[in-house]
């Protein structure tokens, strides 16, 4: 799929609709009733017969679920200014939310917990990132920006560590292709090609968990110890600003009160 790979410039908003409307699999029908609109306009928007109106193009994309970083291009397309703000974490509008992932990302400590952004991107880390990184040998994977995917799986960063190599890498795998299906992003794309390289796992052998589907644990070695973490993931609740719409916070969690206990011994 590459909807997300042309600007607005060059890319139609019957054309944007269209590849995300087959995308997200729905027919023209199926569409036209999920946002109230008729099956006749949405077709003559996509064929470029009409040009829909600025509510009609977020109620569209809304309806197929588009990022909101697409949003904006979908409204360029259309003839409309974007309507969806995008600001580094550390501007001022965006303090209070700066402040929640701080308070998030503090609380748990002495467990990890970071913040990255769409691509994987390290935005910020509490403390207990430090023995982490401590465990890196080349100090290349540390420059910003740091990927904290490619960081778990290459052999100088992390993957010599965990124990559950090929299982961990699969899980990562498998989300990210995911990530992918639903954005459409090529940077996503491209990510994924490196982390195959890099795990040597190649498409179509990522494969099942064998968890149920409920986690995939990352057993990490420290010292003579193994640690067993399993992750969770928070979001901010319908933003409306590019920057917040993107940003996931991943909390490591021990496993086992034995990891429990050596996290608190070694982070304090």
Known sequence: MTHAQATASDRSIGDYIRDWRQHRRFSQLSLALEIELSQKHLSFIESGRSVPSREVVLRIASGLGVPLRIRNLMLLAAGYAPVYPERRLDHPDLAPARAAVDLVLKAYEPYLAIAVDRGWNLVSANAAAAPFLAQVTNPELLQEPINVLRLSLHQDGLGRLIVNYDEWARD?????????????????????????????????YEGRDEHGGVFVPMKMRFGDAV?????????????????LSELVIEAFLPADAETAALLAAVVG
Not at 227 to 239: H, L, N, R, Y
């Open 172 to 204: 990562i795998l498998r989300r990210v292709a995911a990530q992918l299906e639903a954005s459409g992003d090529p940077a996503i794309a491209e990510l994924l090609e490196e982390l195959r390289e890099i795990s040597g796992i190649a498409p179509g």
């Open 227 to 243: 640690a067993s973490f399993i992750s969770t993931t928070t979001v901010f609740g319908t933003p409306t600003e590019i920057t």
